[in-house]
């Protein structure tokens, strides 16, 4: 495959129950208090196929995807970019795609993990309504905050006398700036493996992230 296919979950709906039923005919099911389960040699977790209503999960979609992604499109190497939270999710998938034969010995498939943004309760980042925090929100927040904080200095400055007070536009592309350079910042200067806090509040006071946006003020 050379080109870009981009499709949804919903695409692989139709293929997981005819694969099942193949993953019976073969006797690669195992039976567990009614479920449907695959167990993979050195795990005591299994993936669960089919639940005991009859109904599927996760595991029986991702199982989908592969018959597609490294069978009929047949992709040299699957790359999946999902949180470390997933690891032993996808440690199981893959090892049981080798088992099943959807993964051919030639082919690769990898997690890349990566830490998430944690709130300073060392929760998952979440708003007040334990929504999840949409990046919109983020970068708005962070644009009030700056704008906030560079009108104010701009202030003390007049208060003082002081000369060179930046005009609407600067003040406007300084804003921008200095929240969007905090942002990647703090998100680019931990290690991707890591989970990390973030905070508004600590990122203003950092030192560090001063001192790399100082010139832009």
Same mark, same amino acid.
């Given at each position: 495959? &050379? %080109?870009?296919?981009? =499709?949804?979950?919903?695409?692989?709906?139709?293929?997981?129950?005819?694969?099942?039923?193949?993953? $019976?005919?073969?006797?690669?099911?195992?039976?567990?208090? #009614? /479920?449907?389960?695959?167990?993979? $040699?050195? %795990?005591? =977790?299994?993936?669960?196929?089919?639940?005991?209503? #009859?109904?599927?999960?996760?595991?029986?979609?991702?199982?989908? &995807?592969?018959?597609?992604?490294?069978? !009929?499109?047949?992709?040299?190497? #699957?790359?999946?970019?999902?949180?470390?939270?997933?690891?032993?999710?996808?440690?199981?998938?893959?090892?049981? /795609?080798?088992?099943?034969?959807?993964?051919?010995? !030639?082919?690769?498939?990898?997690?890349?993990?990566? #830490?998430?943004?944690?709130?300073?309760?060392?929760?998952?980042?979440?708003?007040?309504?334990?929504?999840?925090?949409?990046?919109? %929100?983020?970068?708005? $927040?962070?644009?009030?905050?700056? !704008?906030?904080?560079?009108? &104010?200095?701009?202030?003390?400055?007049?208060?003082?006398?002081?000369?060179?007070?930046?005009? !609407?536009? $600067?003040?406007?592309?300084?804003?921008?700036?200095? +929240?969007?350079? /905090?942002?990647?910042? +703090?998100?680019?200067? /931990?290690?991707?493996?890591?989970?990390?806090?973030?905070?508004?509040?600590?990122?203003?006071?950092? &030192?560090?992230?001063?001192? +790399?946006?100082?010139?832009?003020?």
């Amino acid at each position: 495959m &050379t %080109q870009y296919i981009f =499709v949804g979950e919903s695409y692989y709906n139709s293929r997981m129950k005819g694969m099942v039923k193949k993953l $019976e005919e073969d006797g690669i099911l195992t039976d567990g208090d #009614g /479920c449907k389960l695959i167990f993979v $040699e050195g %795990q005591e =977790v299994p993936l669960m196929v089919v639940k005991s209503d #009859g109904g599927f999960t996760y595991d029986t979609s991702d199982l989908a &995807t592969m018959t597609v992604r490294m069978g !009929e499109w047949n992709a040299d190497w #699957g790359i999946y970019v999902v949180d470390n939270g997933q690891s032993l999710h996808f440690e199981l998938l893959f090892a049981a /795609c080798r088992k099943i034969g959807f993964i051919a010995p !030639e082919q690769k498939v990898t997690h890349v993990g990566f #830490g998430v943004v944690l709130g300073e309760d060392k929760k998952k980042f979440k708003t007040r309504s334990g929504d999840t925090v949409k990046l919109r %929100q983020l970068l708005d $927040e962070g644009l009030e905050r700056a !704008e906030k904080k560079i009108r &104010t200095k701009e202030a003390e400055k007049k208060e003082r006398g002081s000369g060179g007070l930046l005009t !609407e536009e $600067e003040i406007i592309k300084c804003r921008d700036a200095v +929240a969007y350079g /905090c942002i990647k910042f +703090a998100d680019l200067s /931990c290690t991707r493996t890591n989970d990390y806090v973030f905070s508004f509040d600590k990122k203003e006071k950092s &030192t560090d992230c001063d001192s +790399a946006l100082i010139p832009l003020l």
